[in-house]
C-alpha cells in the first residue's frame, strides 16, 4: 500500500495542484522523459525569479506594474507545476518545497543537484507579506480587518440579532455540519485567507451560509462550489473548466478567489465590510452603482438598505451573525463538534468507489460517517464512480486504519461491495414508457454547473446508463452545450 502524508508547509503550494491520482514511474520509461521534467524545472526556477522581481518592483513603488507581473508569473509557476503533475516521474514534491521558500521569504530549501543548501533571496522587509505585496488591496484589508478586531466590526443591530436567532434555531444543523466539515478542508481554505490578511470567521461565515460545507452544491442559478461562484465571475478569478473538471469545485481555488473578489470589492468600496458583502451575494454592479450614488452611505443606511434586493437585506446580517457565532460559540450555548482535520494521501489497494468506502468505513467516531468528507476532499470523483487500484484519495487521517481493517476483506467489506452493486428493479424496457411515463430517449444541453449525478436525478435516470449511453467514463466531465442522451429517463 502506497501511503503519505501532507506535510503541513505544502498545503499553501498545493492550491496550484488540483487533485490528481500519481502514477510511479514505470520500467523503461522514456529516456526523454528526464529532459522534458528539467525543462519543467528550469520553467518554474524562472518564473520564481520573475516573481521576486516583481515583488523587488512593487516594493519600489511600482505597485500597479508590480502586481501584474507577479500576477503573470505565478500564473507560470501554477503551468509549470500542472505541467509537472502530468508528467510521469517529474518531482512535483520539488516544486513545492520551492513554491514554500518563495513564499515564506528566506526559508532554506535543499539543493537537489549540488547536495546542499541554498537560500532563497528573503523579499525586502519593508515589502512585508509576498502575497500583500502582489495584491495590494489585501494590505489594505489587513489593516482594516486584522488592525481593527473583526469583533468590533460587527454591528449587533436587529437585523443581526434576528440572524444570529436564526443560526441558533432552525439553522444550528446547518451551521454545525457546516463547521465539521470546514474542519477537515481548514488546511485547503485557511491560508488563502491567512495570507490576504483575511478573518478565518469571514471564510466560515460566507462557506456556511452559501453551501452549507457542501463542496458540489449548486444554486438553481447557476453559481457552484463552497462560495457559490457564478460561471463569469469564477472566470475573473482563474475557475472554470481544466481537463474535464470545474475547478469552482476545488476547494482551495474557490477561496483563493473569494479571496481576491473580496479584495477587489474593499477596493471598490472604500474597505466597508457590509458593502463588499452586499455586492459578493447581490452583484458587484448594483452596490458599486448604491456607493457612488450615495457617497460615504454604509450598508445599513435606509437609502443603500432599502435599494437592495430581500435576499442581500438578509445575507448580509446571516454572514456577521455566523462570524460572530464561530468566534463566541460558548457565550450561546453552541458546541461545535471537535474534529481531526490532519489529511493524508491513501492509495487505493483494490478498486472501490467513494460511496463502498463510507459503507465499510462505518461512523468511526463522526456523527454521519465518512460521505461528506470523502466527498469534499476528493471533488474530481463522482461518489458511485468504481476508481481503480492506485488511485490516490485524499482522506482525513483517522480513515486509515478503518480502512485496513474494514475495507479490504471480511464482512463489512463485502457488505459494502454487494450494497454498491445492488440496483433498483425496472420495468420491463418494452413497458417503459407506457407504464411508468418512461421515453425511450431525450435529448439534454449541459448547462454551466450540471453534474452528471445531477441531470439524472432530476430527470429520473440511473446516472450509470446515461454515462453508458454517452460513451462517459468516470469521472463523468460535462461541458457547456454538450448534448446527452437521456436513455430511459422519465417524461
Same mark, same amino acid.
Given at each position: 500500500?502506497?501511503?503519505?502524508?501532507?506535510?503541513?508547509?505544502?498545503?499553501?503550494?498545493?492550491?496550484?495542484?488540483?487533485?490528481?491520482?500519481?502514477?510511479?514511474?514505470?520500467?523503461?520509461?522514456?529516456?526523454?522523459?528526464?529532459? *522534458?521534467?528539467?525543462?519543467?524545472?528550469?520553467?518554474?526556477?524562472?518564473?520564481?525569479?520573475?516573481?521576486?522581481?516583481?515583488?523587488?518592483?512593487?516594493?519600489?513603488?511600482?505597485?500597479?506594474?508590480?502586481?501584474?507581473?507577479?500576477?503573470?508569473?505565478?500564473?507560470?509557476?501554477?503551468?509549470?507545476?500542472?505541467?509537472?503533475?502530468?508528467?510521469?516521474?517529474?518531482?512535483?514534491?520539488?516544486?513545492?518545497?520551492?513554491? #514554500?521558500?518563495?513564499?515564506?521569504?528566506?526559508?532554506?530549501?535543499?539543493?537537489?543537484?549540488?547536495?546542499?543548501?541554498?537560500?532563497?533571496?528573503?523579499?525586502?522587509?519593508?515589502?512585508?507579506?509576498?502575497?500583500?505585496?502582489?495584491?495590494?488591496?489585501?494590505?489594505?484589508?489587513?489593516?482594516?480587518?486584522?488592525?481593527?478586531?473583526?469583533? *468590533?466590526?460587527?454591528?449587533?443591530?436587529?437585523?443581526?440579532?434576528? /440572524?444570529?436567532?436564526?443560526?441558533?434555531?432552525?439553522?444550528?444543523?446547518?451551521?454545525?455540519?457546516?463547521?465539521?466539515?470546514?474542519?477537515?478542508?481548514?488546511?485547503?481554505?485557511?491560508?488563502? $485567507?491567512?495570507?490576504?490578511?483575511?478573518?478565518?470567521?469571514?471564510?466560515?461565515?460566507?462557506?456556511?451560509?452559501?453551501?452549507?460545507?457542501?463542496?458540489?452544491?449548486?444554486?438553481?442559478?447557476? /453559481?457552484?462550489?463552497?462560495?457559490?461562484?457564478?460561471?463569469?465571475?469564477?472566470?475573473?478569478?482563474?475557475?472554470?473548466?481544466?481537463?474535464?473538471?470545474?475547478?469552482?469545485?476545488?476547494?482551495?481555488?474557490?477561496?483563493?478567489?473569494?479571496?481576491?473578489?473580496?479584495?477587489?470589492?474593499?477596493?471598490?468600496?472604500?474597505?466597508?465590510?457590509?458593502?463588499?458583502?452586499? !455586492?459578493?451575494?447581490?452583484?458587484?454592479?448594483?452596490?458599486?452603482?448604491?456607493?457612488?450614488?450615495?457617497?460615504?452611505?454604509?450598508?445599513? #443606511?435606509?437609502?443603500?438598505?432599502?435599494?437592495?434586493?430581500?435576499?442581500?437585506?438578509? $445575507?448580509?446580517?446571516?454572514?456577521?451573525?455566523?462570524?460572530?457565532?464561530?468566534?463566541?460559540?460558548?457565550? $450561546?450555548?453552541?458546541?461545535?463538534?471537535?474534529?481531526?482535520?490532519?489529511?493524508?494521501?491513501?492509495?487505493?489497494?483494490?478498486?472501490?468507489?467513494?460511496?463502498?468506502?463510507?459503507?465499510?468505513?462505518?461512523?468511526?467516531?463522526?456523527?454521519?460517517?465518512?460521505?461528506?468528507?470523502?466527498?469534499?476532499?476528493?471533488?474530481?470523483?463522482?461518489?458511485?464512480?468504481?476508481?481503480?487500484?492506485?488511485?490516490?484519495?485524499?482522506?482525513?487521517?483517522?480513515?486509515?486504519?478503518? $480502512?485496513?481493517?474494514?475495507?479490504?476483506?471480511?464482512?463489512?467489506?463485502?457488505?459494502?461491495?454487494?450494497?454498491?452493486?445492488?440496483?433498483?428493479?425496472?420495468?420491463?424496457?418494452?413497458? !417503459?414508457?407506457?407504464?411508468?411515463?418512461?421515453?425511450?430517449?431525450?435529448?439534454?444541453?449541459?448547462?454551466?454547473?450540471?453534474?452528471?449525478?445531477?441531470?439524472?436525478?432530476?430527470?429520473?435516470?440511473?446516472?450509470?446508463?446515461?454515462?453508458? !449511453?454517452?460513451?462517459?467514463?468516470?469521472?463523468?466531465?460535462?461541458?457547456?452545450?454538450?448534448?446527452?442522451?437521456?436513455?430511459?429517463?422519465?417524461?
Amino acid at each position: 500500500m502506497f501511503l503519505r502524508f501532507l506535510p503541513l508547509a505544502l498545503a499553501s503550494a498545493l492550491l496550484f495542484v488540483p487533485a490528481s491520482p500519481s502514477v510511479a514511474a514505470p520500467a523503461g520509461a522514456d529516456p526523454g522523459a528526464e529532459a *522534458e521534467h528539467e525543462g519543467v524545472y528550469s520553467a518554474f526556477e524562472e518564473a520564481g525569479k520573475a516573481y521576486r522581481e516583481a515583488i523587488a518592483q512593487a516594493a519600489a513603488g511600482d505597485r500597479r506594474g508590480g502586481r501584474r507581473a507577479a500576477q503573470r508569473a505565478l500564473e507560470r509557476m501554477l503551468d509549470a507545476v500542472d505541467a509537472c503533475a502530468r508528467a510521469t516521474g517529474c518531482d512535483r514534491e520539488r516544486l513545492m518545497a520551492r513554491f #514554500d521558500a518563495l513564499m515564506g521569504g528566506g526559508v532554506r530549501v535543499a539543493g537537489e543537484e549540488q547536495g546542499r543548501e541554498e537560500t532563497v533571496e528573503a523579499m525586502p522587509a519593508e515589502a512585508g507579506s509576498p502575497v500583500l505585496a502582489a495584491f495590494p488591496e489585501a494590505g489594505s484589508t489587513l489593516t482594516q480587518l486584522n488592525g481593527r478586531d473583526l469583533r *468590533e466590526l460587527i454591528v449587533h443591530n436587529e437585523a443581526v440579532r434576528a /440572524a444570529m436567532a436564526e443560526w441558533l434555531t432552525t439553522l444550528r444543523p446547518q451551521l454545525i455540519n457546516a463547521h465539521e466539515q470546514y474542519q477537515y478542508l481548514r488546511f485547503l481554505m485557511w491560508p488563502e $485567507y491567512e495570507r490576504a490578511g483575511l478573518p478565518e470567521a469571514l471564510l466560515f461565515a460566507i462557506m456556511a451560509r452559501e453551501s452549507g460545507g457542501r463542496v458540489h452544491a449548486i444554486s438553481p442559478a447557476g /453559481a457552484a462550489g463552497l462560495m457559490q461562484f457564478m460561471p463569469a465571475t469564477g472566470r475573473r478569478f482563474g475557475l472554470g473548466w481544466a481537463e474535464g473538471f470545474d475547478t469552482r469545485f476545488d476547494p482551495q481555488l474557490a477561496a483563493r478567489a473569494s479571496v481576491q473578489y473580496l479584495n477587489e470589492r474593499f477596493a471598490e468600496l472604500g474597505h466597508d465590510l457590509e458593502l463588499a458583502l452586499a !455586492a459578493y451575494n447581490g452583484g458587484e454592479g448594483r452596490v458599486g452603482r448604491l456607493a457612488r450614488q450615495h457617497p460615504g452611505k454604509g450598508f445599513w #443606511d435606509r437609502n443603500v438598505y432599502d435599494a437592495l434586493p430581500k435576499e442581500t437585506r438578509d $445575507y448580509v446580517p446571516y454572514i456577521l451573525a455566523a462570524a460572530w457565532l464561530f468566534l463566541h460559540p460558548e457565550d $450561546y450555548g453552541l458546541e461545535f463538534p471537535r474534529v481531526n482535520g490532519a489529511a493524508t494521501l491513501l492509495a487505493l489497494r483494490q478498486p472501490a468507489s467513494i460511496n463502498q468506502l463510507t459503507i465499510c468505513l462505518g461512523n468511526g467516531g463522526t456523527r454521519y460517517g465518512w460521505f461528506r468528507a470523502l466527498r469534499n476532499l476528493n471533488p474530481r470523483w463522482l461518489p458511485e464512480a468504481e476508481l481503480p487500484a492506485g488511485t490516490e484519495l485524499r482522506v482525513p487521517v483517522d480513515v486509515v486504519p478503518l $480502512y485496513e481493517r474494514h475495507c479490504l476483506e471480511g464482512e463489512r467489506a463485502t457488505q459494502a461491495l454487494a450494497l454498491v452493486q445492488a440496483r433498483k428493479p425496472g420495468p420491463p424496457p418494452a413497458l !417503459a414508457g407506457a407504464a411508468s411515463g418512461l421515453r425511450p430517449s431525450q435529448r439534454y444541453t449541459v448547462r454551466a454547473g450540471d453534474t452528471l449525478s445531477a441531470i439524472a436525478r432530476r430527470h429520473g435516470c440511473d446516472v450509470a446508463a446515461v454515462a453508458r !449511453a454517452n460513451g462517459l467514463r468516470a469521472p463523468y466531465a460535462l461541458r457547456p452545450g454538450q448534448h446527452l442522451r437521456l436513455d430511459g429517463c422519465r417524461a
